[in-house]
């Protein structure tokens, strides 16, 4: 409960799924990451940098940006791809819902496993639509661009609000609170599922989500 | 190349060309996690009603609640263990002194003969299945109530942490600090760790949210007469049942149970907020409430078992040294459901109810049949002087108690006695039971329209014996409970499975950062206000949406009274206002209409805050109303007024008795010396004003709940008179904006209730209607489809399914017409107050 949830809504045609995630997943961790902690000696740190690219997409008409790390685009393109997957394996008129979520984690003592405590959830549902002919792909292709871009507007009006946000930790926490697996980039600790409403549109809410 | 001193120098470390390296790199102070309180997941956990911050300080710190919980746990194994010992292992003959046992040193009887030796009792305990049959089932009950306890330990651990390190209060003082004082200090760790991450600020109001959520409910469904706890019975009538066992269950169905409405703590499922599949819904939560019902069925011998049991091992001491107890009262589960406040904290609702307690059982006692007196009186008499015969005896020669049967009649004739008393009359009683019910709403605050002006009639007695209870049918009605229960669950309740999901449908608001709660909670007078309750005009509430009695109005001027802090909505400050200021004018400006001198020239701002900001005012207040009660003008309210000052402690509050005193001197006097005694009470206060500055929260809230008082007795006040005048067209409005009010039956309509043929009886007190119980399913079954798209504020839709289960409704025609003849034409202006004839008004002080 203790937990803010955006949802964002896109109407992409199948071919476009995987590359409509990633732009606004994208957008949003690019936000949400900072530098590498380097922690010095009198309970200080200094940021690393982060660098950024553009990523142009194939089947729309967008480009979007993203933080240059390998590692993490595999690790967001893995689960992308296994939720384009599991929506199209699901039937003809695929709805779905990928969310992002956000979490602090609080240890426990010993019988207890450590807590996840989520602090923002992006869900993105997805509807898929099938397309006729070849000029009405085309100007889905400029549509969804245009509303794409709305969406990284809006994923930046939210992060702009000054809400919260958790406090930056010191050397012993920061395991709690980023995800410091990777090389180049820290992001704030995060998790991706997602869920397939099937076909009849009785929704299936086996909600993966802890709030 | 000569060497210059000059006073150039060049600057050794103020500038470097930055050379690129680590350590000037921007650098950071991480603030690292402070506290572990920031940013709590389960906010309830800390906010929760049971378990948690509130509870920890209702139970008065963590080392009494342990100690508390421990023993309830050692009481439930003493009470189990104990019974089977006295059923098994105990040789009565022995203790009867039928059987002889040989003893060599003594003749004495000692109390280990009288024990079974232990193969004995184990073999005896072996070979009967009923004894092994309850052994198993407490024995799992002990196991899961164990659990509970050290679950439960764990949480208030955490709370416990929470108290110390977070709101800096350590656990000997949490005894001695209001809630009001933990309540301004969780508000102020939020501004500093935002447990809360939506909001900058935590509202007291949402706290109150988070504690009450589900008590919010069932006060709602209570006020909506929702829940089966009303019956006509063949005998006797009317009957409320509503015990811990029901309410345990109704509880489990909606809130908590496996299957229930609710996804977790704080959110509705999401199903049950659409309106699409109601009737499946409905469906499934009927068959819900009839596997609970069964499932109670199943276990009653084992329930039933327990509470006698319990209610044995409980309730034989205390009515062994005190037997009068049974005939105590106390006020009813019901009762308290009735009259609780939207948003009231558990001790704010029994400082309420204990404060009105002697009235009401003033009242109650009033009504003493005549015929029982005379028997009781005779009855008392012949059982006294074989009493005192016996009694006499014994201090004669003690040897009378040894012979058989002595002691034990003397025992029951003193209870005999006390019984008897207890149906006789205090000597020195005056019958005034219209002053005495004033003086019990003054702190109930609810009371169904049609008491007023029919208090001396036993009907409103019998009704307000379902609020206030003796305490042995409350302890009857625990017993049977195991017993009625199912048969509730099973046949009422099951048919109320639509209009329960109708209701938290309709009546659930998400709040950002409180998750779902009951909306009459919100305490919105837009949204559930009633006209009839002075929010006229500014609700846009159908019928179904009015909360009755006033509840949200009434509510609302608690809340706010109660939290001063508290920043209402717009609308709702407007309202708050213009109330206080309208009570506040009453209450100190009506007499200035007779005397231009009057002391009263304090700007009109709260009462509470004139009762504070000097004695002089407070004086200058119930000088003001000894002068209306001497001046025949004694509005409503200051009626009200001084049965407050009679009552409450403020009078009698050391503080303030001198410049109290100096007021009733100024009351004695004529209007002649009125100037002068006004200087006398100023002067007599500006000497104790030197308290004024300690005044504690204690003292504040004291004066809170007199506030309170006058302000519901101003709103029912009010009211009486609105809707005497405005009954008529009330009723049209209703009929006018309904037209659902075509398919009641006319039958039904014009169905005489029996008890209350020439007793006019209000809407808003929830009766059962004895034939209607058919319509509601058919009524909604036609709108159902309609409904079932309607999202929550579609007015007449909803109300069509919904208004006839109100109940009560049948009646209207006939209270239109009963509250139209009675009616001077002056008192419908609702400026002018009801003058109450002087003699009322004395006669009142007289009871008190």
New interface residues.
């Given amino acids: 409960m203790n937990c803010r949830s955006e949802v964002l809504e896109v109407t992409v045609e199948a071919r476009q799924v995987e590359e409509a995630m990633l732009a606004l997943l994208h957008t949003i961790l690019l936000h949400r990451s900072t530098g590498k902690f380097h922690y010095k000696k009198e309970g200080t740190y200094s940021i690393g940098t982060v660098g950024t690219q553009d990523i142009d997409c194939d089947f729309i008409d967008f480009t979007f940006v993203r933080v240059s790390s390998e590692e993490l685009d595999r690790m967001i393109r893995k689960a992308v791809s296994e939720f384009k997957d599991a929506l199209s394996n699901s039937g003809s008129d695929g709805m779905g819902q990928i969310s992002l979520e956000f979490y602090q984690k609080k240890k426990s003592r010993w019988p207890f496993s450590d807590e996840c405590i989520p602090w923002e959830v992006w869900s993105i549902k997805v509807n898929v639509v099938n397309l006729a002919n070849e000029q009405e792909r085309q100007i889905c292709r400029e549509k969804v661009g245009e509303k794409l871009g709305e969406k990284v507007i809006n994923v930046v009006e939210v992060i702009n609000r000054h809400e919260y946000l958790p406090k930056m930790p010191t050397q012993s926490e920061v395991d709690n609170v980023f995800d410091t697996t990777l090389k180049d980039v820290q992001p704030y600790l995060y998790k991706i599922t997602y869920q397939i409403t099937d076909s009849l549109g009785t929704s299936v809410s086996t909600t993966m989500r802890r709030d | 190349m000569a060497h210059f001193d000059t006073e150039y120098q060049r600057l050794e470390a103020s500038y470097s060309d930055s050379p690129p390296g680590?350590e000037n790199?921007?650098?950071?102070?991480?603030?690292?996690?402070?506290s572990?309180w920031?940013?709590?997941?389960?906010?309830?956990l800390i906010f929760l009603n049971t378990y948690y911050v509130y509870n920890l300080h209702q139970k008065n710190g963590f080392t009494c609640m342990l100690l508390g919980e421990i023993f309830e746990l050692v009481q439930l194994l003493f009470v189990v263990g104990f019974t089977v010992f006295l059923a098994n292992c105990v040789d009565y003959d022995v203790l009867f002194a039928n059987k002889f046992v040989n003893h060599t040193d003594s003749s004495k009887v000692t109390l280990p003969d009288a024990f079974l030796p232990v193969d004995v009792c184990s073999a005896r305990i072996r070979n009967n299945a009923f004894v092994i049959f309850v052994l198993i089932i407490s024995g799992v009950f002990w196991l899961h109530r164990l659990f509970k306890f050290i679950y439960n330990v764990c949480c208030y651990w955490e709370i416990r942490s929470f108290y110390i390190n977070a709101l800096k209060m350590t656990m000997s003082e949490l005894p001695y600090a209001t809630w009001q004082e933990v309540q301004a200090r969780i508000v102020e760790i939020q501004k500093e760790h935002?447990?809360?991450?939506?909001k900058k600020e935590l509202t007291e109001l949402d706290i109150y949210h988070r504690i009450l959520r589900f008590k919010n409910y069932m006060v709602a469904m209570v006020n909506k007469s929702l829940l089966p706890v009303r019956f006509r019975l063949p005998v006797l009538g009317e009957y409320v049942f509503y015990t811990r066992g029901l309410k345990y269950n109704f509880e489990l169905i909606f809130f908590w149970g496996p299957g229930s409405l609710f996804e977790?703590e704080?959110?509705l499922k999401?199903?049950y907020k659409r309106g699409g599949n109601r009737l499946e819904l409905a469906d499934r939560l009927a068959s819900r409430i009839l596997w609970i019902g069964i499932a109670n069925l199943l276990l009653c011998p084992v329930i039933l078992v327990w509470q006698i049991l319990y209610a044995f091992f409980s309730y034989t001491e205390v009515i062994k040294r005190e037997p009068g107890s049974l005939g105590a009262r106390c006020w009813s589960l019901y009762g308290r459901c009735y009259l609780r406040h939207f948003n009231e904290l558990d001790h704010e609702l029994m400082s309420r109810l204990s404060k009105g307690y002697k009235a009401a059982s003033k009242y109650m006692n009033c009504f003493l049949s005549p015929l029982l007196t005379v028997v009781a009186k005779n009855v008392a008499f012949f059982a006294g002087s074989l009493l005192a015969v016996l009694i006499a005896l014994t201090i004669y020669d003690e040897d009378v108690l040894a012979v058989e049967h002595v002691l034990s009649s003397i025992t029951l004739l003193g209870v005999c006695i006390t019984i008897c008393r207890s149906f006789i009359p205090d000597k020195h009683m005056v019958f005034c039971p219209e002053q005495l019910l004033r003086v019990i709403l003054a702190h109930i605050h609810y009371m169904p329209d049609h008491w007023q002006g029919n208090a001396h009639r036993y009907e409103t007695r019998d009704q307000f014996s379902q609020l206030f209870q003796y305490k042995a049918v409350f302890i009857l009605e625990e017993l049977l409970s195991p017993v009625v229960t199912p048969i509730i669950l099973i046949f009422c309740l099951r048919r109320k499975s639509l209009e329960i999901i109708d209701f938290f449908r309709n009546f659930t608001v998400e709040v950002v950062?409180v998750?779902d709660t009951c909306s009459f909670a919100q305490m919105d007078i837009r949204q559930h206000g009633h006209p009839a309750w002075m929010s006229e005009g500014k609700t846009e509430a159908s019928i179904y949406q009015q909360a009755e009695d006033g509840k949200t109005e009434l509510s609302l001027m608690h809340f706010a009274i109660t939290n001063p802090q508290w920043q209402p909505p717009r609308e709702t400050t407007h309202f708050i206002s213009q109330l206080k200021e309208r009570v506040h004018r009453e209450a100190t400006g009506a007499p200035s209409d007779t005397h231009p001198m009057s002391l009263s020239e304090s700007e009109p701002r709260s009462l509470i805050a004139n009762l504070l900001t000097g004695p002089s005012t407070l004086a200058s207040v119930h000088f003001d109303r000894d002068i209306s009660l001497a001046n025949h003008a004694a509005a409503g309210i200051n009626d009200g007024g001084s049965a407050l000052r009679s009552l409450s402690p403020i009078s009698s509050s050391l503080h303030l008795r001198g410049s109290l005193s100096a007021a009733h001197r100024a009351a004695g006097h004529t209007s002649r010396t009125m100037a002068g005694s006004g200087t006398d009470a100023r002067t007599v206060s500006s000497g104790s004003s030197a308290w004024e500055g300690q005044l504690t929260s204690l003292v504040l809230s004291e004066y809170a709940s007199t506030e309170m008082s006058i302000h519901a007795l101003y709103m029912h006040e009010l009211h009486k008179q609105q809707s005497r005048g405005e009954m008529s067209r009330h009723t049209w409005h209703r009929q006018e904006s309904d037209e659902s009010s075509d398919s009641i039956p006319d039958e039904v309509r014009s169905e005489p209730i029996p008890h209350s043929r020439n007793f006019p009886r209000s809407h808003t007190f929830p009766t059962t209607v004895p034939s209607p119980s058919a319509i509601p399913t058919s009524a909604s079954a036609t709108s159902s489809t309609a409904l079932g798209q309607e999202r929550k504020r579609c007015g007449s839709c909803i109300v069509r399914s919904a208004r006839v289960p109100m109940g009560g409704w049948a009646e209207d025609g006939q209270t239109a017409q009963r509250h139209h003849e009675p009616l001077p034409e002056e008192s419908l202006e609702d400026e002018m107050p009801p003058h109450i004839h002087k003699v009322n008004a004395l006669s009142f002080c007289v009871c008190y």
Avoid at chain 2, 25 to 34: A, C, D, R, T, Y
Avoid at chain 2, 38 to 44: G, S, T
């Fill in positions: 680590e790199l921007l650098m950071h102070v991480p603030e690292g996690v402070k572990q920031h940013h709590i997941e389960n906010l309830d935002q447990i809360c991450i939506h977790n704080w959110s999401q199903e950062g998750g």
